[in-house]
């Protein structure tokens, strides 16, 4: 059944959409049609059950059916990411961490970064709703500022390729993390220096050394999966 992230009140008997791409999908691309039923969600929890009552191109009302509020997860794991040469390549890693499950994305400016702005910040949050409705995942990740490496706090988890470093499988991880991947020329020397005297834990993925995409997707995969299973 087909997912949507509305900016609407779903606890109402009724709900009206009139975003034009949303509105583009359903008549368009999807070519839904009255008595239709589709899944609605807010992005902070809450599905709901709609069944399509009247649908143009300027409007669709749904019938609420049912809703449900959906549990957060206890552990939450937020991926802090140099910004990449290339937007896309930035644009991916954002878009396969919010399907893997990140709870928070964190765009870093580091020494060794050759971009230090995101020039297209809609567009960031765009892929993000795309992707949550994908995997239909009922809670929006946070996409913060800008930060550097002294913004970060808790729990951090640094992705080192030239570092000896525990694998990052066998890293006791209980509470909440911050994974930490750098930029495609690594962090600096003094970087590492000064976020290892913060009491960050150094990690390694083997003995490759993988592009920052790969890196970033194989971290967090690594990090649900022993979630799951412990």
């Not at 949303?22 to 902070?44: A, F, P, S, T, Y």
């Not at 800008?146 to 729990?155: A, E, K, R, Y």
Request: charge should be positive.
């Amino acid at each position: 059944m087909q997912h949507f992230i509305v900016s609407a009140d779903l606890k109402q008997d009724t709900v009206s959409i009139y975003d034009k791409k949303v509105l583009h999908q359903m008549n368009r691309v999807l070519r839904l049609k009255v008595g239709g039923e589709i899944i609605l969600m807010d992005g902070c929890g809450t599905k709901a059950l709609g069944k399509i009552i009247e649908l143009h191109k300027k409007a669709a009302i749904f019938k609420i059916q049912s809703t449900k509020k959906e549990a957060e997860s206890k552990r939450k794991v937020k991926l802090a990411l140099a910004l990449a040469k290339k937007a896309s390549t930035f644009e991916l890693i954002v878009q396969k961490a919010t399907e893997i499950g990140a709870s928070d994305i964190i765009p870093l400016v580091t020494e060794r970064c050759q971009v230090r702005e995101i020039k297209k910040l809609m567009r960031l949050h765009a892929i993000i709703k795309e992707a949550s409705e994908q995997c239909e995942r009922s809670y929006l990740p946070r996409l913060h500022e800008t930060h550097i490496l002294n913004d970060l706090q808790g729990c951090l988890l640094v992705g080192e390729a030239r570092m000896k470093a525990k694998s990052l499988s066998h890293i006791n991880m209980k509470d909440d993390i911050t994974l930490v991947i750098g930029p495609e020329g690594g962090f600096s020397d003094n970087e590492l220096y000064e976020i290892e005297k913060r009491g960050a834990q150094f990690f390694s993925l083997g003995d490759n050394i993988l592009r920052m995409e790969t890196a970033a997707i194989a971290a967090l995969s690594i990090v649900q999966f022993g979630w799951k299973h412990s």
